[in-house]
């Protein structure tokens, strides 16, 4: 199974849990392509299997600015993923109250709308409760390994 790896990022945290991510991915036996920096035409050019997203939330709860050129073409070209399994992790900060990864569920929302499954529920990270988001995805990313697993 392969699986495409894309993140969004202001400070460099949801890419460094993007790159460990594609590390436990690797080693599991998936075939990864880390595309990034994340952009439409090198996602679809990897034939996705699989798509698995990382992103912060910054401002009021919006995307990354480096990660909105990606979210705005892939919601104007609207190339439909139909059943391609996906899961997002979703980095932000529970002090945010209201916007609390809302960056994640925005980026969920519009691969829902681009037919994509969601094979595990979002993983948010909050930065008010660890410093260690890397280590904190890895059940998570254990479990979306098992879950892509038995679809292969
Ligand atoms: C200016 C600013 C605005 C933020 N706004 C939000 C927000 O609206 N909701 C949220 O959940 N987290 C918010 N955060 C927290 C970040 O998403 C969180 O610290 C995250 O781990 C940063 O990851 P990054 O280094 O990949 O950007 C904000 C952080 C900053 C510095």
Do not use: H
């Amino acid at each position: 199974m392969q699986v495409a790896i894309l993140s969004g990022s202001v400070f460099g945290t949801a890419d460094m849990v993007a790159d460990e991510a594609a590390s436990v991915c690797s080693g599991a036996g998936l075939d990864v392509v880390r595309v990034k920096p994340a952009n439409v035409d090198a996602m679809l050019a990897a034939q996705p299997e699989s798509l698995l997203v990382c992103t912060s939330t910054t401002g009021m709860g919006e995307l990354p600015d480096s990660f909105m050129p990606f979210y705005l073409e892939l919601q104007s070209r609207f190339p439909l993923l139909t059943k391609i399994p996906f899961g997002v992790i979703a980095l932000g900060d529970s002090a945010y109250g209201d916007t609390f990864c809302q960056g994640g569920e925005l980026m969920r929302e519009l691969l829902l709308e681009l037919q994509a499954e969601e094979v595990l529920p979002m993983l948010r990270l909050d930065a008010s409760e660890s410093v260690t988001p890397e280590v904190d995805a890895q059940p998570w990313l254990e479990q979306w390994v098992n879950t892509l697993a038995q679809r292969a």
